[in-house]
């Protein structure tokens, strides 16, 4: 169950940043074991980035002070990454604002 949770928490975290990225193709993903595949059966490599700072007390990744969350998905598929991974507190998921 927790590889499962953080295989589809990768993959929403990349669809968001794609999502942001002028010219990109929103893709069906789905997973069959542990592989994970496009909407034509191709199989999908991830490539991953760590973006900290969720698990920080005010649970704001970091970076988006200084540049605007478009910079930062721009760049991050300009050096050749597909997915991010963002560390954060289970608390999180409880927090209650």
Avoid at 20 to 46: C, E, K, M
């Amino acid at each position: 169950m927790q590889a499962t949770c953080s295989v589809v928490g990768v993959v929403l975290v990349s669809l968001m940043l794609l999502a942001h990225v002028p010219g990109s193709v929103a893709v069906r993903l789905h997973a069959q074991g542990r592989w994970i595949f496009d909407q034509h059966n191709n199989q999908v490599h991830l490539a991953c980035v760590n973006w900290y700072g969720a698990e920080e007390k005010d649970f704001v990744v970091g970076g988006l002070a200084v540049q605007s969350l478009q910079d930062i998905a721009n760049l991050t598929t300009r050096y050749g990454f597909n997915c991010v991974r963002v560390p954060w507190y289970l608390s999180l998921q409880y927090l209650v604002v």
